[in-house]
């Protein structure tokens, strides 16, 4: 049963750690051993990451690795991932050599829009309010000026504001919808800064306004906070090639695999079931370079599985289609990144990682992260209509299961060379160990 502890947060690290020991491991030193082990040795350092967050005790490790080879609008990238899936490097690193040959990837930004909203309750008439807003909404804009210099020298800012009523959905419920383009930041700060700054500004005017009555001066504010569905921030990749180039083997033809593969997205666009297990393949690959780069994956998924459902029903993020002879695979998507502030340049492993990308804009690293998700995606349906999913997974999984049985070196390598030519079961692996070991 977890224990009730008071002032936790002011307690030092080497206090928290204890009392953890104390309450939950019996004061076991193996545990908190474990806990210092991932400890950096850098001081200066492992402060840095304790201050990330709050109540900190260690760090917690996911690989970093690289998926090379990616032609992106004709240049060459090395993509970096931080996951901890076995199969997603390698599946992102085997569609790159596929492509590389075939032209590449294609990217184009659609758009980088970014949303906010001042959600309030108005206890008078629509027209009023319409009135009062068209008047007011000069001196909403200039409220921000000062919070919004600097962002407007690097060509950003407030791009529109606009009321919208939403009172059939919720009693006496309207929006300040406002749009915003924040450069090579995500912005979240600048934006909540602005919508709070719009909130004050409409709730004092409205507290003067000679049209209103009394009752209707009293403008509830309930919130003011950015979105993170941002169906006009959105990014597209593509392949494309003759079918006569796609893979051509004894069982399927190159026309039957182009056939197969797009049937096979066609049913992630119309069944449900199916498109959440094909959306969170792509984000596999999205999500490891959003890590990797410093950026929020929370803040990218609810957005990227907010937008497949924009329609109605939850779909495919991407389509492929057969046009004349030519297999073409694409996605479109809502990305909201930034390549300055937050963790891009506070975490070390971070600025490596967008060095390596060459210090992308905003706009570049959407398309990145969109090539990956896209290639990740290509290898998934490869696999599935082909060999299967768990023959390439459970080779991947091998040395999993093996660390898990805490196999030695030589017990690796001679159970990996027997998986080269047979089937990967984790009860298989374990009999084979176990021979080893007899």
């Known amino acids: 049963m977890s224990k009730k502890v008071s002032g936790f947060s002011k307690l030092k690290k080497a206090a928290k750690i204890d009392w953890l020991i104390e309450h939950f491991f019996n004061g076991s030193e193996q545990a908190k051993n474990t806990l210092k082990t991932y400890w950096n040795d850098d001081k200066e350092l492992q402060q840095l990451h304790d201050e990330f967050s709050e109540n900190t005790l260690t760090n917690f490790y996911l690989p970093f690795g690289i998926a090379p080879n990616f032609t992106i609008n004709n240049k060459i990238h090395t993509i970096p991932m931080a996951i901890e899936e076995s199969s997603v490097v390698a599946a992102a690193s085997k569609a790159a050599k596929f492509w590389d040959s075939r032209g590449g990837f294609k990217t184009t930004v659609i758009n980088t829009e970014k949303i906010g909203q001042v959600h309030f309750s108005f206890l008078g008439t629509n027209e009023k309010l319409n009135s009062f807003f068209n008047k007011i909404k000069p001196q909403l804009i200039e409220s921000i000026s000062s919070i919004q210099a600097s962002m407007k020298k690097r060509g950003g800012g407030l791009l529109d504001i606009e009321l919208r009523d939403k009172t059939n959905e919720v009693d006496n419920y309207y929006q300040l919808h406002c749009t915003f383009e924040t450069v090579d930041a995500m912005g979240a700060n600048f934006i909540n800064t602005c919508l709070e700054e719009f909130a004050a500004t409409l709730k004092r005017l409205a507290s003067t306004e000679s049209i209103f ?131 891009t340049s506070l975490h070390p492993v971070v600025k490596l990682a967008l060095e390596m990308l060459e210090k992308p804009n905003a706009k ?48 690796k390598n001679t159970i990996v060379k027997h998986f080269e030519k047979n089937t990967v079961t984790h009860s298989e692996v374990i009999h084979q160990l176990e021979l080893l070991r007899k």
């Open 213 to 343: 009555s009394e009752r209707e001066r009293e403008i509830e504010i309930i919130m003011s906070i950015l979105s993170n569905y941002v169906p006009n921030c959105l990014v597209r990749a593509e392949v494309s090639c003759l079918i006569s180039d796609l893979p051509n083997t004894p069982q399927l033809s190159a026309l039957e695999y182009a056939e197969k593969f797009v049937r096979a997205v066609r049913i992630a666009e119309k069944e449900p079931f199916r498109a959440v297990t094909h959306n969170k393949g792509i984000m596999n690959g999205i999500d490891a370079v959003v890590i990797a780069t410093g950026n929020d994956f929370r803040a990218i998924e609810a957005g990227a599985h907010a937008y497949a459902a924009k329609d109605g029903q939850y779909s495919s993020l991407t389509h492929a289609t057969i046009d004349n002879d030519v297999f073409t695979f694409y996605i479109e998507i809502p990305l909201a990144v930034g390549t300055i502030g937050g963790l």
């Open 364 to 411: 570049e690293l959407m398309e990145i992260m969109a090539v990956a998700g896209l290639a990740q995606n290509f290898g998934a349906i490869n696999s599935l209509i082909t060999t299967g999913i768990q023959k390439g997974h459970m080779k991947m999984h091998l040395l999993n299961i093996l660390n898990q049985h805490n196999a030695s070196e030589d017990e």
